[in-house]
């Protein structure tokens, strides 16, 4: 079969014949219906040897759902042609945090490793599954569709779900950046809060689209944001801020449009960085960067979507057009999230 993969580094993936292999004990063959692009592989792609720990080659691919193709020897409870969502992060199982599920922080496992990082992912027809506790059954998703929950419906889903006690009614959540995740948390938080919903972006297309999935207000991101922000919170700032985006530039948005007591989150991994200083920084506003969610969050984040609650909003894409694909990406010309379909 072809595989999109990872073969050197700071260089463009490349397609790839390998071979479908069988599950063995504990493990589950997938057949990929979609596999999410993500804006974290081009990071990937772009990092210099040596910073993350995965050996190459691999294939790409860390937002998957699909079919049970085969389950190997051990394996009860799912039968072929099941359709699942597959948890991302794939830690020990064994140590503390992972036997809460939160194998998103294993103790034992490589730093953001999982299917697509580090280990084969979903951009091929058939991907291999380690151990069948990451599966999620989809009900009547269809995979296509529901391949972004487990990373950009995930991620965003533990972002807001971590800060629901600050989310009561007369509550403000800011959201800067309104791109795919954005537009993620804005359907969450609707369903999840009664918080009002601020979105903030530089583009007014994403804007109007953040209005559609629920947006109380949006506020284009020039130099008179924070005005804007505070303006629209009273003066008092937000008790959440999800920073979608990750930039020097957002970061100070964010710790300027949030509240004493609040929390600011860090979903994005632009790489910018905020000052820390005892009068720059709200009173016991907590920070903190993010990064997936536990499994019973996919199975929770899965009942949403089955619920029509939320919508990943997906463009579907060939396989063959997956160099194509993440050029667009790069270019900010991707409309919500793109999904590659490996078996049509
Ligand atoms: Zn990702
Ligand atoms: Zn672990």
Redesign the pocket.
Known sequence: MKAYRMTQWQAAPQFCDVDIREPGPGQVLVKVGGAGVCHSDLHVMDMPAGVLPYALPFTLGHENAGWIERVGPGVDGWAAGEPVIVYSVW?????A??RVGA?NY????PLFSGGGLGHDGGMTSHMLVPAARFLCPLGDLDPRQAAPLTDAGLTTYHAVKRSLSLLVPGSTAVIIGAGGLGQMAIQILTALSPARVIAVDLSSEKLAAATSLGADATVAADDRAIEHVRDLTHGAGAELVLDIVGSDDTLQLAVSVARRLGHLTLVGIAGGSLQFSYLGVPTELSVASVFYGSISELAEVTALAQAGRIRPQVELFPLDQAARVYQRLREGKLHGRAVMTPNG
Do not use: M, N, R
């Not at 830690?91 to 140590?95: D, I, Q, R």
């Open positions: 830690g020990c199982g064994s140590c945090t992972c194998e294993c103790a034992k496992a």
